[in-house]
Every structure is written in C-alpha cells, then in structure tokens.
C-alpha cells in the first residue's frame, strides 16, 4: 500500500540558511500534519491543513511557514535556520472529514543544522 | 489542554517476560487514543488505537483498553519477543475537526534481551 513519502530523508544546512521539506499524503487522504521531534524527545505539532487550508497551528515559530497545495501536497519552509531546529520532522496524513480518522506517518527527514 | 503521561524508560525484559507500559491522559473532550512505536532510525508506525470507552485496540499480540474511568490506555504484552525493542509512544487526538492533533506522551524506550 502507498504510505506518506517524504523528500528529502537527510538534509544538512548551515545557520541562517532556508531548507524547504515536501510531504506527499497517501492518495485520496486530504489532511496532512507537520510534527518535530528533537532527539530524544517527543513529536511535537508544529502545523496541519485540511483541503489546502491551513486547520490548526502548534509550536511552529515565524521563520517557519507551510502550504498545501492543489494535489494535497506539503511543503514546510523554513528560513534563518539555527542549531536548535536540527530535528527530525514528520509529516503525517489523514482522511475522513468531519470524523478524524488515523495518522499514516512518513519516515521523516532528518534536519542537521550546522 | 490534552496531555499524555507516559511511563518513564528505559524498560529492560527478557524475552517471553511480560510487558505493561503506563499510559493516563488528561482531556476535555472523547479523544481517541493511540499507540505509535518508533524502531531505530525510522518513522512512527501505529501499533494499536481505541476511539471509544471501553473499546479494546490490538495489533501483533500487543492490547491497549480504552479505560475512561481510569483515564487510562496501558499497553500490553503477554511475551515479548527481542524484535519488540523500539521505542512506545503514547498519543491522544481530539477528534473535532481543526483539532485532530496528536499530543504524545515522552515516549518508553523498550529493549528485549535473548
């Protein structure tokens, strides 16, 4: 079965640079949700959207912005990057509105900050 | 808010031993409940999930029950296997649209000895 695919897997930037992730949800699934997850920590939310709008937001700070677009992908940019951003951060995705259903996650890229 | 507290780690067990990871939350609402767990260097996978009272989640002879006079959801295991070692985490979604977020517990780190 497709599963949520997330591009890249690694990515390694300095500070003060901008990184862009993509999230692609499994097909016919219309809500997809950022998470971040420092090492050794729990995920935490960072942002979701539902039918390319935005649906809820978490702890995601002003350099970060995110969009979904018209084939229900994701794309989480983020800009003057610094050493704690280093995180791995998921994306995962959902179907069935209005009833929430189960959050399929992808396998996460892996952000170092230098 | 929802929050999820979780048993601390790490957890050791010989293999065939019994397994219980603690598991309450705090909700305002009827959150469905979740067991995701997270091998080494990959993605969180769902294990198990219960949406209602009393409902029992199963999945590779681990259970969870929805216990809501507790507010519990403990994880269970009648003989774990060394390929069980991963880590556990518990999470809750509120299942209003716009605030289907997970909230996670801190995560168990489980590992099984030969």
């Known amino acids: 079965a497709a599963g949520v695919i997330q591009s890249p897997r690694h990515l390694i930037k300095e500070k003060r640079e901008t990184a862009t992730l993509k999230c692609y949800p499994i097909?016919?699934?219309?809500?997809v949700y950022w998470y971040q997850q420092g090492p050794g920590q729990d995920p935490q939310f960072l942002i979701s959207?539902?039918?390319?709008?935005?649906?809820d937001k978490g702890s995601i700070p002003d350099r970060f912005s995110a969009q979904q677009f018209s084939d229900y992908h994701s794309e989480l940019n983020m800009s003057s990057l610094e050493l704690g951003d280093s995180a791995l951060y998921f994306c995962?995705?959902?179907?069935?509105?209005?009833?929430?259903?189960?959050?399929?996650f992808g396998p996460g890229t892996r952000l170092t900050v230098l | 808010g929802n929050s999820v507290t979780q048993m601390e780690g790490p957890v050791t067990l010989s293999e065939e031993a019994f397994l219980t990871i603690n598991c309450t939350y705090t909700?305002?609402?009827?959150?469905?409940l979740f067991w995701y767990v997270q091998y080494p260097g990959e993605g969180l996978q769902l294990l198990l999930k219960?949406?209602?009272?009393?409902d029992k989640g199963s999945n590779k002879g681990f259970e969870a029950t929805y216990r809501k006079e507790t507010t519990s959801f403990h994880l269970e295991k009648g003989s774990v296997q060394v390929s069980d070692s991963a880590v556990y985490f518990c999470?809750?979604?509120?299942?209003?649209?716009?605030?289907?977020?997970?909230?996670f517990g801190t995560g168990t780190r489980l590992t099984i000895i030969p």
């Open positions: 995962a995705s959902s179907q069935d509105y209005p009833s929430t259903d189960t959050q399929y």
């Open positions: 097909p016919r699934h219309d809500t």
């Open positions: 959207f539902y039918e390319k709008m935005q649906s």
């Open positions: 909700a305002t609402g009827y959150p469905s």
């Open positions: 219960a949406t209602k009272a009393d």
């Open positions: 999470a809750l979604s509120d299942p209003v649209r716009g605030n289907e977020k997970l909230t």
